[in-house]
């Protein structure tokens, strides 16, 4: 295939050397024949071909050009060439969800027999695709310890393939070491994949630490206002183009065009938003350390975070807008109750277990995002009973605290 044939889609025309903040703004296709400033949404399953050669050219792929929705469609690019330059990768595929983006990452890189590393602090549904439905195929995986990077070193096998981790991990705020782990990868011939939906690009770009790939729950930051379900992979374009983007077309791991199109536009305030939701964290994560009812704070920014030097020269020195505490309490059933009590008090910060919103969430990780476990592997990952995770959002700060007072002052 010639090169001019392949430049078919143009590029967006932008300078180099642009900043992030720039390219959140502007980076994507160029403007179609009516120069609208804000990004199209081209709301179409397909796409009206010349003539029956030119198909036949594009469907073979020997041409790139938009033919069928599944395959791809403008808007759906644009929020990836977004991304893209955001993650510093050369290649994105869009997904239809977080988790779909970690199918699309196992499923085009592995086969039968191959090994993965996993931390055990990953979203849950990540390990139980990992675990339990990619093992059904013949995936071989085990989980190892977040911080304890002589546990990964010690779990890697001759067929080991792919590393993955998140970094800080919900809701305890651990980090993993970037850059040690793309090491122990890379020594072995394997790969690292991180998934970046805490932090986002706008705190921690992995690539720069020596990952292979990123994935994103555009769910959470990238989108920012809780409005939509939406995904990515991140990574090298040719690999991505080779391996995970056939899975993608056949599997139909799509993203919809109007969840692209939301994601597109919260880029554009990302860089805002992560460091006034992250200031904010700071704020309430001091706040709380100085609670007489709160027994610990798990906030990265922190001095007294065990790795807090880490996260200043991982995440751009910002420990992000997560914080998780630890309520005062006497034995399981009393700590819950506490808990409890501090959560239903609250009047601004909505009871629900998203993040990344501008409005501000608080949940109960031990009796809904890590239900599922069992005391003993509750217990095993600190995720005690009396354990809140805040997600900082855009609210007046002092209203938040306000709003958590209000619950640890009946304790
Ligand atoms: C939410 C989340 C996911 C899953 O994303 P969905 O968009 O809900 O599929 C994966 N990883 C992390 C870290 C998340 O927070």
Redesign the pocket.
Known sequence: MSNSEKKRIPSSGLPDGLHLDTLAVREGLPRSQWGENSEALFVTSSFVQPDAATAARRFAEEEEAFTYGRFGNPTVMMMERRLAALEGTSGCIGTG????A?LLLLMGLLQKGDHVLCSRS??G??LRLIQGDMGKFGIESTTVSQTDLDEWRAAMRPNTKLLIA?SPS?PLTDLCDIAALADIAHRAGAQLAM?N??CSPALQQPVNFGADFV?H????YLDGQGRV???ALCGPDELLKAKMYPVMKSAGLTLSPFNAWVVLKGMETLSVRMQAQSQRALQIAHWLSEQAQVARVHYPGLASHPQHALAMAQQGGSGGAVVAFDVKGQGEHDLRARAFRVIDAAQVASITTN?GDVKSTICHPATTSHGRLTEAQRQAAGIGQGLIRFAVGLEDVDDLKVDLLRGLSQL
């Open positions: 969800s977080g988790m779909s970690n990953m979203f549904s990540t998140e919900n998934d939906s805490f994935i729950s555009g769910t959470k379900i939406a995904g993040l």
